[in-house]
């Protein structure tokens, strides 16, 4: 099982994070699944890129 160091909120510093069985299909791509979890209390941690889509509001930006 692959596991990372990352910044444990819950715990208050360096923990290592685990990738638990990826249950969403996130992986049905060929993908990385985004969701990881701490090894001593389990929080949970989503990695990845956020991609958010901006509706257009008629408004215009100024030169």
């Known amino acids: 099982m692959d596991s990372q160091l990352w910044h444990c909120s819950d ?3 360096e923990r290592a994070f685990v990738q638990p069985e990826c249950s969403d299909d996130h992986t049905g791509d060929g993908g990385s699944c985004p969701e ?8 949970a941690l989503v990695s990845g890129v956020l991609v958010v889509a901006a509706e257009e509001s008629g408004l215009r930006r100024a030169a």
């Open 36 to 43: 990881w979890a701490c090894v001593d209390c389990g929080a």
């Open 11 to 13: 715990c208050g510093d």
